[in-house]
């Protein structure tokens, strides 16, 4: 194997410095790092360093896989995060562009580092697969938030451990305790709007708590193989899960796609591609999500994945945030999450934590700044609402937090000048919502002409998505 030396970091400032003029540089140094008759100085300083970094740990994980010392379990944690400090500074943002970093992880996936120690991992295997096609899928949250060892080897396990314990993970578990707590403060008759569910586990959690309180929900996501997982493990009327495409609720179309009750758990994306389309009014029932209608709405990780768009900001983030909030009732909330910039003020998610999801797992984020997140809410009247910046345990930022969260509650007039808790005592009573009913008419629904709809959701025709 080839050593780490310090004075290979010479090559790699001097790389930097020759990012100049992006437009003319930055193509041709990729033609040269991708020709596989040129070593160029900045791929033999990768190699040694993933060389350094599998050398490193190969006496830890034969010495933790025979038992020797318990140690060696917290010197695995301790090498593990040196490892990604060296590796941030060696990508860190004064050059790496898209194009060079899909190089680097093209050259690390194939030395044994990657493989046989990182991927050892369950957490950082699962995301770089992707076995659903994108990194933080259902599943994936799932393991986050379940917090059990994971692996084969006892090595596999303690460094499965070194990731779960990471302060992103952490945040994701205080999101789920946070939500699950916020659901129970909900009154009689609420209904809530999970939008890109993932595992919904504080709303199973709550609805196998409390069987008998009169509180809905509408779990939706874009991922049918979420949804399937979703309909096999509710079985509660209260509840009604659903494919949704977050794109299509930016422009302004709110419906989604139900399945009916005997193709429950057999949603599949490829019913909506070819011929199969005009298959899908039988295996779905299309619904429309009534506006102003709910007492929360609440998504937390999608805003991770969409984009700001300065040039229209009917678009991106603040066109999202405008049609979400429309859904919302007069005193309602919307709860919209995203991971914060690694070190910003309080943030115990650094630049190296962020490096170990990226380049191990080939799993990016879209980190906000405070004032980004605040400015979510950029296109909405002001008198319309009040905003405030949360962290993921939902309490005052002020504690710092890896996640903020943006709690927008919808105004009228009488409320205005009420305090927190007056708004909260204020129109609170216990209140049955009426069925609303569709003259369609649907063999799996009882009689002719009639489909009841327990939660208000109202089937909007046969369209296609």
Not at 170 to 190: D, F, Q, Y
Not at 333 to 343: D, V
């Amino acid at each position: 194997m080839v050593a780490w030396r310090d004075s290979n970091w010479i090559s790699v400032i001097r790389f930097m410095k020759a990012f100049d003029d992006p437009n003319t540089v930055v193509p041709q140094r990729i033609a040269e790092l991708t020709d596989p008759n040129s070593m160029s100085d900045l791929r033999s300083t990768a190699i040694a360093l993933f060389d350094q970094c599998y050398n490193d740990l190969v006496p830890i994980a034969e010495g933790i896989n025979r038992g020797v010392a318990d140690s060696l379990v917290g010197d695995l944690k301790d090498v593990s995060h040196a490892h990604a400090e060296k590796l941030h500074a060696f990508v860190n943002e004064e050059f790496a562009t898209p194009e060079l970093r899909n190089i680097l992880l093209g050259w690390l996936k194939n030395h044994p580092w990657h493989r046989e120690m990182l991927l050892q991992s369950s957490f950082i295997a699962h995301a770089f697969s992707k076995p659903r096609g994108y990194a933080g899928d259902a599943a994936l949250m799932e393991m986050i938030c379940l917090n059990d060892d994971r692996g084969s080897t006892p090595f596999s396990v303690a460094k499965n451990r070194v990731y779960l314990d990471l302060p992103a993970a952490t945040a994701v578990r205080k999101r789920a305790r946070a939500l699950a707590k916020r659901l129970e403060r909900l009154p009689e008759g609420s209904r809530i709007l999970n939008l890109a569910c993932g595992p919904a586990i504080e709303v199973r959690e709550f609805l196998a708590k409390h069987p008998h309180r009169d509180v809905r929900f509408l779990l939706l996501d874009h991922d049918p193989r979420t949804i399937n997982a979703l309909g096999n493990s509710i079985h509660d009327p209260r509840c009604e899960i659903g494919l949704v495409n977050a794109f299509k609720i930016i422009k302004g179309k709110f419906s989604f796609w139900m399945p009916h009750a005997k193709t429950a758990g057999q949603a599949n994306t490829k019913d909506f591609e070819g011929w199969k389309k005009w298959l899908v009014p039988v295996k779905y029932k299309k619904c429309a999500i009534p506006r102003a209608s709910f007492d929360l709405v609440y998504t937390s990780g999608l805003y991770d994945y969409i984009r700001h768009t300065p040039d229209n900001l009917e678009r991106g983030v603040t066109g999202l945030t405008a049609q979400l909030f429309s859904l919302v009732k007069m005193g309602g909330h919307l709860l919209i999450g995203n991971f914060r910039t690694p070190g910003v003020r309080d943030n115990p998610h650094t630049a190296h934590h962020m490096t170990m999801m990226d380049i191990y797992s080939d799993w990016q984020l879209i980190y906000r700044s405070d004032d980004e997140i605040r400015d979510f809410v950029k296109t909405l009247p002001r008198q319309s609402h009040r905003s405030t910046l949360l962290n993921e345990s939902l309490n005052s930022l002020g504690e710092g937090g890896v996640i903020g969260f943006l709690e927008v509650e919808r105004l009228n007039t009488a409320q205005r000048g009420l305090s927190e808790r007056q708004k909260d005592d204020a129109g609170r009573r216990p209140r049955k919502l009426p069925l609303l009913q569709s003259t369609s008419s649907s063999s799996d629904h009882g009689a002719a002409g009639t489909i009841p709809q327990p939660l208000g959701w109202v089937p909007s025709g046969p369209r296609l998505l």
